[in-house]
């Protein structure tokens, strides 16, 4: 028989996990608080679990360490990501592309103009790869075959070994991390992000 678990929560002494329809912790199939005779319903189970993770949290730490999956930076609403409040590595990639495809930059603060190296370019430069665009959307980065933060390293490593170019090299660089800073700068929102109640709920002695 297939072990189909979707794991909701583990720690150390406990695990809940939802198969077959049905919740279950390590002692078992979990059943309803106001009808034992029946299986707890996901309504039941969220409130169970939010008082479980409650009685945790609400305790002293001398050391917390938060790990934060993937999205963690970034705010989504009914249509998907904000990008007002900040914007995946593949969005930040396609800005790059779209920015430096004409082959001149101008930086956001001084508005000097420089000559670059096309995105597409760089990574066949650099032996990152040939190939970064999507196959049916000619000029839109596919993040299967690109990751700006792969390919930054790589770049910032050829750079040690350019010979010719070195300034249009130098000044891809800066214009890259010009976007990348540009892009990752926004205001504040309470309403956006929680940070403040993250800590306070994890801060409390």
């Known amino acids: 028989m297939t072990d189909n678990r979707e794991y909701l929560y583990l720690s150390g002494n406990d695990e809940y996990y939802k198969m077959n329809k049905q919740f279950h912790n390590r002692d078992g199939v ?36 938060i790990l934060v999956g993937a999205g963690g930076s970034v705010v989504t609403n009914s249509n998907g990501i904000d990008t007002r409040f900040g914007k995946t590595v593949a969005m930040l990639a396609q800005e790059v592309n779209d920015s430096l495809k004409t ?8 508005k000097n103009q420089v000559n670059v190296f096309a995105l597409d370019e760089m990574a066949q430069e650099i032996g990152y790869s040939n190939d970064i665009y999507s196959d ?17 390293s790589r770049l910032i490593t050829f750079q040690k070994f350019v010979n010719e170019n070195t300034e249009k090299w130098e000044m891809s660089r800066r214009a890259i991390f010009d976007i990348i800073k540009h892009e990752t700068s926004y205001d504040f929102d309470k309403n956006h992000f929680k940070h403040a109640k993250l800590i306070n709920m994890l801060s409390k002695s």
Not at 35 to 62: A, I
Not at 103 to 110: L, Q
């Open 136 to 152: 049916n959307k000619p000029n839109e980065i596919d993040k299967d075959k690109f990751n700006l933060e792969n390919f930054l």
């Open 30 to 65: 979990l059943h309803s608080e106001i009808d034992t005779t029946k299986d707890m319903g996901d309504t039941e189970f969220s409130n169970y679990l939010k008082n479980k993770v409650s009685g945790f949290l609400n305790q002293s730490f001398e050391n917390i360490v």
């Open 103 to 110: 082959g001149r930059y101008e930086f956001k603060k001084d």
